[in-house]
C-alpha cells in the first residue's frame, strides 16, 4: 500500500513510577498506520495494547499521587507533528476531532447523568462551537447511520436504557460524529455476543468505507484481526514482537508465540491441523526483561535466547521477527 503515513510511533516506553521506582509497562513500541489503513495490534490480556493506544492519546493521566505517576517516552508523529510535544491546548482540538476513540467497556464509557444524545453531540458543541439545534440534527443523523433503532427518541435515553451492542453503537457514532481521520478501536467486539459481534464489524467496515476512516484496531481475537486488518502487530509482554501484512502473519509467522496462539485456535481450511495450547502464563510487569519476554514459555529457547534482547529484524519485505530463531523456524 503506498498511501501516506498517518500516524508514527517510534520507541515508547512507558512506565508507572511510585517513590521513584519505576515499572515498564510498554518497552520500545514501534507502530506505523497509513491513511485508509486498518491496522490489527493483538496480543494477551495485560500485554499493554490498551496503554499503547492512551500513550497515543496522551490519556495516561497522573495518579492523583504525587508518588504515583506515569512516565511516556518516545515520539507519537500524526500527520508529522509530535503529539506528545503539542501544548495542551493544540492536542485538545485533535483528540475526538482529527483521532476518536472508542474504548473498552462501551457502557461504562457513557456518563449515566447524561442523555446518550447529549454525550454523542458533545464532540460537536467542544470542537464545531455549532448551535444547539444543529448539533441535535446531526445527532440524529449519526445514531441512524449507526442503526440504533428509534433514534430520534431514544436519544433523550440514558445509558441503563440500552444493550451492550447499542451502547457500543452509541460509542461509534460519538467517535464519528466529527468526521476524524483516524479510529483507534479497543476491543470493540469484546462482552458482546457472536451475532451482535457480527453487526458491529460490518457497521465498522461500513463506516470506514463511508468516512475514508485509517484503523488502529486493538484486539485479542484472531478472526477480528483477519478480517478487519490489513496489517498487523503482535505485541507481548509490552514489546512488539512481529508484524507484517495479514496474509504474512497469518500464513507465515515465525515467532514462537504468534505461532502458538494461531496452533490455539479452531480452523476450518483443514482437517489435519490439532490444536495446542500454550503453557505457562504472560509474566508480570516490569517489562523491560533482560531477555526474549516469551523466553519462559519457548518450546525453542536456548541460552542465547535467556540472556540476550531479539531486536526485530527483517525476514521478508516488510516483515519483522524479534527471535533470534525466526530464520530456522519454518514458516506458518
Known amino acids: 500500500m503506498d498511501h501516506k503515513v498517518l500516524l508514527q510511533v517510534k520507541n515508547l516506553n512507558v512506565s508507572t513510577i511510585e517513590n521513584e521506582e519505576a515499572v515498564k509497562i510498554i518497552d520500545g513500541v514501534d507502530l506505523r498506520i497509513r491513511e485508509g489503513e486498518t491496522v490489527g495490534l493483538i496480543g494477551p490480556t495485560a500485554a499493554g495494547k490498551t496503554i499503547t493506544a492512551m500513550a497515543i492519546l496522551e490519556l495516561l493521566d497522573p495518579f492523583g499521587v504525587e508518588e504515583l505517576y506515569w512516565r511516556v517516552e518516545g515520539e507519537t508523529l500524526f500527520k508529522g507533528r509530535d503529539l506528545r510535544r503539542l501544548p495542551r491546548g493544540e492536542l485538545d482540538k485533535i483528540r475526538g476531532k482529527d483521532i476518536s476513540m472508542i474504548p473498552q467497556k462501551p457502557i461504562r464509557s457513557l456518563n449515566p447523568l447524561y442523555t446518550v444524545g447529549f454525550q454523542t453531540g458533545e464532540p460537536l458543541e467542544v470542537h464545531e462551537k455549532l448551535e444547539r439545534q444543529i448539533i441535535e440534527r446531526m445527532v440524529i443523523e449519526y445514531l441512524g447511520k449507526v442503526e440504533l433503532p428509534d433514534a430520534k427518541t431514544r436519544r433523550h435515553f440514558f445509558r441503563h436504557q440500552f444493550s451492550g451492542g447499542e451502547a457500543q453503537r452509541i460509542m461509534i457514532a460519538m467517535a464519528l460524529i466529527c468526521n476524524p481521520s483516524l479510529l483507534l478501536a479497543d476491543e470493540p467486539t469484546s462482552d458482546l455476543d457472536v451475532t451482535i459481534q457480527r453487526q458491529v464489524l460490518e457497521l465498522l467496515k461500513r463506516m470506514k468505507a463511508e468516512f475514508g476512516l485509517s484503523m488502529l484496531m486493538i484486539t485479542h481475537d484472531l478472526g477480528v484481526i483477519a478480517e478487519m486488518s490489513d496489517y498487523v502487530y503482535v505485541m507481548y509482554a509490552g514489546r512488539i514482537i512481529e508484524h507484517g501484512d495479514v496474509t504474512t502473519i497469518f500464513k507465515k509467522t515465525r515467532h514462537p508465540y ?75
Do not use: M, W
Open 258 to 332: 504468534t505461532r502458538g496462539l494461531l496452533s490455539s485456535v479452531p480452523r476450518i481450511d483443514g482437517d489435519d491441523i490439532k490444536l495446542k495450547g500454550i503453557p505457562g502464563n504472560l509474566p508480570p510487569p516490569p517489562y523491560d526483561f533482560p531477555r526474549c519476554s516469551f523466553y519462559p514459555r519457548c518450546e525453542h529457547r536456548d541460552e542465547r535466547c535467556g540472556s540476550e534482547i531479539p531486536g526485530l529484524r527483517q525476514i521478508r519485505p516488510d516483515h519483522y521477527v524479534a527471535c533470534h530463531k525466526a530464520e530456522n523456524l519454518q514458516a506458518g
